[in-house]
């Protein structure tokens, strides 16, 4: 599934808010059941959290994204790839236990 971050979830976004940055916006307009966008280090960049208890790595691109608004930087609207269920997210979904 495609999300788009619009100029408007840019302008409504919070810096190092993980419920609150324009990716997350974005997937709660497209109605993916996020609660936070969470950064989990270097290796692994960030995560989408579902409310199903899962962890969606967001890629490197996103992760760069995310990092430039966090900072201050100016970003222009974007589109990436979002898995449309848990199974094709196959090894990238992980079940994190509440």
């Avoid at 940055?21 to 993916?32: E, T």
């Avoid at 996020?34 to 989990?40: D, L, R």
Wanted: with cysteine; hydrophobic share 40%.
């Amino acid at each position: 599934m495609k999300i788009t971050i619009t100029q408007q979830h840019i302008d409504n976004g919070v810096r190092n808010r993980s419920w609150a940055c324009p990716a997350y916006l974005a997937l709660q307009d497209a109605g993916i059941p996020v609660k936070a966008v969470q950064f989990w280090g270097i290796v692994d960049g960030f995560q989408a959290a579902c409310k199903d208890g899962y962890q969606v790595a967001l890629g490197r691109e996103m992760t760069e994204y995310i990092l430039r608004f966090d900072r201050g930087e100016r970003v222009e609207p974007y589109t990436f790839e979002f898995p449309d269920t848990q199974v094709e997210a196959g090894v990238e979904a992980v079940l994190v236990e509440a």
